[in-house]
């Protein structure tokens, strides 16, 4: 296992946005759609910033309940491409919460919200990168700062089993479901030149070969596991 530095929270960190890009389709009901309501945590994207973390394959994001940060703002905005949006989450530093000033529509829907941002960050891997942004006021950098962490190409971690159905007019529905864990091959698949490969080693949980984004004090560091050693296939008599 090796652990690497990302960034370090504290009172100069005054939010940390995280942002999942995702297919229309995909995108969870409760959260809004961006309007001009949204328009003070959007504008903290100007300028530039520095990359703290390069695209990362398979992060599961442990660290914001940990944190004490509290979500002030979400929503989501088609992309460029028509096909995909992207959905944000705006997390506060604690020492620069103004509940007052939250609007009472988000006050009423942040329970909602918030199980969004849980099933999207924890029931998923993302390739993650991270940057460092200024934090503006009045259009102009602060010392302060913002950390945003951008999600793209998720893997479910769960996966829904149908365990009934009924019949009606000759035609089977399904009633209920239960969530269950994904399982992948210990050594993932075999290279072929076409289809799909064999798949090596037993099966495991998918979050067992997952990078991990975690709180070790304040600072937020990137858990990279150990290699998962393949069974040695048995001799042949």
């Not at 992060?59 to 309940?65: K, R």
């Not at 950098?141 to 365990?163: P, Y």
Request: include cysteine; proline fraction near 7%; charged fraction near 20%.
């Amino acid at each position: 296992m090796s652990v690497r530095m990302v960034a370090t929270l504290g009172p100069s960190v005054r939010l940390i946005v995280l942002q999942f890009h995702v297919k229309n389709a995909s995108v969870p009901e409760s959260i809004p759609k961006y309007s001009d309501f949204h328009k003070s945590t959007a504008n903290q994207f100007e300028g530039t910033g520095v990359r703290v973390m390069e695209p990362t394959p398979d992060v599961l994001s442990e660290f914001v309940a940990d944190s004490g940060y509290q979500l002030i703002d979400a929503w989501h905005a088609q992309e460029k491409d028509w096909n995909r949006s992207v959905v944000r989450f705006v997390f506060c530093q604690k020492e620069h919460l103004n509940l007052a000033g939250l609007h009472p529509e988000f006050i009423a829907q942040r329970d909602g919200l918030l199980e969004s941002f849980n099933r999207l960050a924890g029931k998923n891997l993302w390739q993650t990168m991270a940057h460092i942004n200024p934090f503006f006021v009045a259009g102009k950098a602060t010392s302060e700062t913002v950390l945003v962490l951008d999600g793209n190409s998720r893997k479910e971690t769960v996966k829904l089993v149908q365990t009934s159905s009924i019949k009606t007019g000759g035609m089977e529905f399904p009633m209920e479901f239960v969530e269950q864990p994904v399982m992948v091959f210990q050594g993932g698949r075999e290279k072929v030149e076409r289809g799909i490969g064999p798949g090596i080693g037993p099966k495991v949980l998918l979050t067992d070969k997952a990078n991990r984004l975690k709180l070790v004090g304040n600072d937020v560091v990137l858990v990279v596991p150990p290699p998962i050693p393949v069974s040695a296939p048995a001799p042949i008599a």
